[in-house]
């Protein structure tokens, strides 16, 4: 039996953070949470997701953001 959840539309915030020592982005619900924060490292993009304290990679960083999102859609509570 195949149990799917019912679709629903998020809005995000992808905000570039620039402090001294390094240059990150933070994807956020406006108003809520923030989902997780990304980073360049080397030749690709580390993802640190907040609640769980996993860490995934991409290659570029809109795959970072996609799978960020579909990470959070499938193991995330609003």
Not at 49 to 78: C, M, P, Q, R, W
Request: net charge positive; glycine share 2%; with cysteine.
């Amino acid at each position: 039996m195949l149990c799917l959840k019912k679709a629903k539309n998020i809005n995000v915030e992808i905000n570039e953070i620039n402090n001294k020592n390094e240059n990150y982005y933070e994807v956020a619900i406006p108003n809520k949470q923030v989902i997780g924060t990304i980073k360049k490292v080397e030749s690709r993009y580390q993802i640190d997701i907040e609640k769980s304290n996993k860490t995934l990679f991409a290659n570029n960083l809109e795959s970072a953001i996609n799978d960020l999102l579909v990470y959070f859609n499938l193991h995330g509570k609003i």
